[in-house]
């Protein structure tokens, strides 16, 4: 399958990934905000629920408090008031006193024989505390309806009681939660549950419905709220309602975008595929000076591109596109030809340089060496020397075999420079892993220039390291006669910038090198930074 192709068919799947994202990260972000906002209903029911409770045994002890008037005295005498208390105080079932098991007096039955096990169908728990109450299923007058007893004891075995009914509490779990189908469920002390709600709530495979439970601090209630998976799913299906048509937007969007991107990306290798067949592209030549020889010494090719209608597209973009869509190597090689083509009308002496960038790419490519050498090949009869400047702007992953190509080409007569040389992140490592001849010092450290004897430590270092390393030194970006002098002073012999030669086409160069090029450079004393030679 052509590459294009390839990237057509994968652009495909990026639009169509783009326009899933919003909606996929749309769904799962609903799914999570239902649930939370169902977990805060939930634990708000429960601490509802549970301050309810502890409301109505607080009633509860209140009322045995005031049960205390009545302590030691007959039934008969006390029974109206014991009544009067039981049905005027909200939630109770019945209230009375306890003389050891038994029920010396209810307000519900007076002076009844009962035990306290009769009344609450079941025995008493075995607590060993003064003061407890438990829920229960129902009591001797209302088997069927749950209830709360609440018992104090006295030391001398006597005690009292009240019994508030479930009813209140079945009532209110109703009010908060029926509606929404919460199951709840309250014990106290462990006792008989007082629920409300579904019996069973159905298992669901997705949305599973997890029970919160509460406990109190105060007394030992306990409750147990349930949510169905259908709250969650409503409370999904209404975050969805207000998110969807958010997400269908971005999801739009985001499609064109990635459309546009893509559109762009792929136009970009095209454009220039179309325009190496329609001859587009030259190349310009910037002459590189020697202070030794006092003459031209070499020049860098410098690709160009200039649309049909005039207009000039700036190297350093159309380069970085070619390298990131990976059409650097078919460039490069275009510009060997045009540059052997141009070569061929050239009078130079021999040993004359001529640079090229090369991209990490192309020095890992399989044809790398080949392509070099057609080249060398194709100018052989000028007697140049072919000098590689490899910029870090890509990283090379297997420096060893480019390393070992580049040795290669070196035992052919080719020379290696490294070029910017400090701007990359790994300058260092290339000294250390590549042949090299040159260094190319980049004009950002040439621009730091100040003055003659004026410090620039870097610069300095890195002069000093080239020397150390027996390394041609080449200053790049040279644009005054004060940088100029600075480079010269410390030994730096190759200089290229403005202030020697401007960047020029393949018919000025030729002029050129028959007349400035075998000239030595006029240095104006007074390093003034605007005067330029050319
Ligand atoms: N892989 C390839 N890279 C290439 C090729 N052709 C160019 N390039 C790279 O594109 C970048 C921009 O290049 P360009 O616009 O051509 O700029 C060059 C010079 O014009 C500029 N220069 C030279 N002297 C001066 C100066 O005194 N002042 C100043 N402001 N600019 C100056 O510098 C550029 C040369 O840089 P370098 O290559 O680092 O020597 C640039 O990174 C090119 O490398 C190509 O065919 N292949």
């Known amino acids: 399958m052509p590459p294009q192709r390839k990237n057509r068919d994968f652009g495909w799947l990026l639009i169509v990934c783009a326009g899933l994202l919003p909606l996929v990260l749309g769904i799962l972000c609903t799914a999570i905000e239902a649930r939370h906002t169902v977990s805060q209903q939930q634990i708000s029911t429960a601490n509802s629920l549970l301050t309810q409770a502890e409301k109505m045994s607080d009633n509860a002890w209140d009322m045995i408090t005031q049960l205390r008037q009545y302590h030691y005295q007959p039934c008969a005498k006390i029974e109206d008031q014991l009544q009067r208390a039981g049905t005027l105080n909200a939630y109770f079932r ?6 050891g098991e038994n029920i010396s007096c209810s307000s519900a039955f007076g002076l009844a024989n009962g035990t306290l096990t009769q009344m609450m169908m079941q025995p008493p728990p075995i607590t060993g505390k003064a003061w407890w109450s438990i829920s229960i299923r129902g009591t001797y007058g209302v088997p069927n ?3 709360v007893v609440f018992v104090r004891q006295l030391p001398d075995t006597t005690g009292f009681w009240a019994v508030i009914d479930g009813q209140y509490l079945m009532d209110f779990m109703h009010a908060i939660g029926e509606s929404r189908g919460y199951q709840m469920s309250l014990r106290f002390s462990g006792g008989a549950p007082i629920t409300s709600g579904p019996a069973d709530i159905e298992p669901e495979l997705y949305l599973k419905s997890e029970p919160y439970q509460a406990e109190s601090s105060r007394y030992p209630i306990s409750v147990n709220v349930t949510v169905p998976a259908s709250e969650l799913l409503k409370a999904w299906r209404q975050a969805l309602f207000i998110f969807l048509p958010m997400a269908a937007i971005f ?14 990306r792929i136009s970009w290798a095209d454009e220039i595929r179309r325009a190496m067949r329609s001859r587009q592209f030259s190349v310009h030549y910037q002459p590189v000076y020697s202070t030794e020889i006092e003459r031209c010494k070499g020049a860098e090719a410098l690709l160009r591109w200039q649309l049909p209608n005039g207009e000039m597209i700036r190297p350093d973009i159309f380069i970085s596109h070619a390298e990131s869509e990976g059409i650097i190597v078919q460039l490069t090689q ?3 030809d045009l540059m052997a083509e141009d070569i061929q009308g050239w009078e130079v002496e021999p040993g004359f340089h001529i640079g090229l960038n090369v991209a990490a790419e192309h020095l890992q490519h399989a044809d790398f060496v080949q392509d070099i050498q057609r080249f060398a090949r194709r100018i052989k009869d000028k007697q140049m020397v072919v000098t590689l400047e490899l910029t870090e702007r890509s990283l090379i992953d297997d420096g060893e075999l480019v390393a070992r190509k580049l040795r290669y080409l070196q ?3 080719m020379k290696v420079a490294i070029d910017d040389f400090g701007t990359g992140h790994c300058s260092l490592s290339y000294l250390l892993t590549f042949p090299l001849d040159y260094l190319k010092i980049d004009r950002g ?4 220039i100040e003055g003659l004897e004026a410090e620039t430590p870097v610069l300095d270092a890195i002069i000093n390291l080239c020397h150390k390393l027996k390394l041609d030194v080449l200053g790049e970006g040279v644009e005054t006669s004060l940088q100029y002098e600075y480079l010269r ?7 290229q910038g403005y202030y020697y030669a401007r960047p020029m086409d393949n018919d000025r160069l030729r002029a050129w090198l028959n007349e400035q090029g075998r000239q030595p450079l006029l240095v104006e004393e007074s390093h003034e930074p605007e005067l330029r030679h050319s």
């Open 94 to 99: 019945s209230v009375g006193l306890l003389s």
């Open 145 to 147: 309806r749950p209830a």
């Open 251 to 264: 999801s739009i969007l985001l499609m064109v975008l990635t459309a546009n991107w893509l559109r762009r």
């Open 334 to 336: 275009h510009l060997l």
């Open 411 to 413: 035992s052919h007569g």
């Open 445 to 448: 450290f040439i621009n730091a």
């Open 489 to 495: 002073q410390r030994g730096v012999v190759l200089i």
